[in-house]
């Protein structure tokens, strides 16, 4: 059989993949936090023919021949460059101007978002739209922050259900006005993780994110929590409230990358079709 029809067919199937990460991504363009996908591809083997042949006396060197074999998937890549921040004017609303993720637990795991739509719930419990708790700095009764062996207690964020108002700060500072004092007090600070390597993070659905072996971990082999910090430190960016980041695909490029797709999905048909066709002479040979 002739390689071009493999060759072919390993072409259909690499553009097939591509336009299902550029449907994915048209999909969620108005999801919040949404960050895009890219494909890549690389050659797969390739046949040798003939080897090199170095420089003699009187005779020059010769080139290898191969003949490559098609391509195949070289990655799928999460972009995770920067939203464009849509302002809300709702206090819970949160997006981040720079890196990192808003962290938070389902009481077993640790999950990653850069989607701040965020509510409180009965008990005033900071949420997402799933029930997962936002975490960050804790207080303790007299509103400062709970310190064990010199590091701040990492926790579930409340304010307080009686609070008249409450404010969320750059530096991710809750702060809320009580009945009882109008000195703005301390609920707590939002903190945020940031990876060494962002795009080995993992999606896990619901504009959430996990950990992987080649991200970076959130918490060490004592428990402890690691590569967390205040917005606006350690290279983290700042919580803007009141605005939510929108998704990073960008329409006009994903629909060029789609007529890219077709018209390279098309030409690996075409290449099937005239091996096809050769083939057909050979069979016809014999009448």
Same mark, same amino acid.
């Given at each position: 059989?002739?390689?071009?029809?493999?060759?072919?067919?390993?072409?259909?199937?690499?553009?097939?993949?591509?336009?299902?990460?550029?449907?994915?991504?048209?999909?969620?363009?108005?999801?919040?936090?949404?960050?895009?996908?890219?494909?890549?591809?690389?050659?797969?083997?390739?046949?040798?023919?003939?080897?090199?042949?170095?420089?003699?006396?009187?005779?020059?060197?010769?080139? !290898?021949?191969?003949?490559?074999?098609?391509?195949?998937?070289?990655?799928?890549?999460?972009?995770?460059?920067?939203?464009?921040?849509?302002?809300?004017?709702?206090?819970?609303?949160?997006?981040?101007?720079? /890196?990192?993720?808003?962290?938070?637990?389902?009481?077993?795991?640790?999950?990653?978002?850069?989607?701040?739509?965020?509510?409180?719930?009965?008990?005033?419990?900071?949420?997402?739209?799933?029930?997962?708790?936002?975490?960050?700095?804790?207080?303790?009764?007299?509103?400062?922050?709970?310190?064990?062996?010199?590091?701040?207690?990492?926790?579930?964020?409340?304010? !307080?259900?009686?609070?008249?108002?409450?404010?969320?700060?750059?530096?991710?500072?809750?702060?809320?006005?009580? /009945?009882?004092?109008?000195?703005?007090?301390?609920?707590?600070?939002?903190?945020?993780?940031?990876?060494?390597?962002?795009?080995?993070?993992?999606?896990?659905?619901?504009?959430?994110?996990?950990?992987?072996?080649?991200?970076?971990?959130?918490?060490?082999?004592?428990?402890?929590?690691?590569?967390?910090?205040?917005?606006?430190?350690?290279?983290?960016?700042?919580?803007?409230?009141?605005?939510?980041?929108?998704?990073?695909?960008?329409?006009?490029?994903?629909?060029?990358?789609?007529?890219?797709?077709?018209?390279?999905?098309?030409?690996?048909?075409?290449?099937?079709?005239?091996?096809?066709?050769?083939?057909?002479?050979?069979?016809?040979?014999?009448?």
């Amino acid at each position: 059989m002739l390689r071009s029809m493999y060759s072919g067919i390993s072409g259909m199937k690499n553009f097939q993949v591509k336009l299902d990460v550029i449907g994915n991504n048209i999909a969620n363009v108005n999801t919040y936090g949404f960050k895009k996908g890219r494909t890549t591809f690389k050659d797969l083997v390739s046949q040798q023919i003939a080897g090199a042949a170095a420089p003699g006396l009187n005779r020059g060197g010769v080139n !290898p021949k191969q003949v490559g074999l098609g391509s195949q998937l070289s990655s799928i890549d999460t972009v995770h460059t920067q939203g464009s921040l849509q302002t809300t004017g709702r206090p819970l609303d949160l997006g981040i101007s720079g /890196d990192g993720f808003f962290l938070l637990s389902d009481g077993a795991n640790d999950y990653l978002t850069r989607a701040g739509n965020f509510y409180m719930d009965s008990e005033g419990t900071l949420v997402n739209s799933d029930g997962l708790k936002v975490f960050g700095y804790q207080v303790d009764e007299d509103n400062q922050f709970i310190v064990n062996d010199g590091k701040f207690s990492v926790g579930e964020m409340k304010i !307080p259900t009686d609070a008249k108002s409450f404010s969320i700060g750059p530096d991710g500072q809750v702060t809320y006005i009580s /009945d009882a004092s109008s000195t703005p007090l301390l609920a707590g600070q939002i903190i945020l993780a940031k990876f060494p390597n962002t795009g080995g993070l993992e999606k896990a659905g619901g504009n959430l994110y996990r950990e992987t072996t080649n991200s970076g971990t959130i918490r060490n082999d004592m428990d402890e929590y690691v590569n967390i910090s205040p917005p606006g430190t350690d290279g983290a960016g700042e919580v803007v409230a009141g605005a939510l980041e929108m998704s990073n695909v960008d329409l006009s490029e994903e629909f060029t990358e789609m007529i890219v797709a077709q018209r390279g999905f098309q030409a690996n048909t075409r290449i099937i079709t005239t091996s096809d066709e050769i083939l057909q002479e050979l069979v016809n040979l014999k009448r």
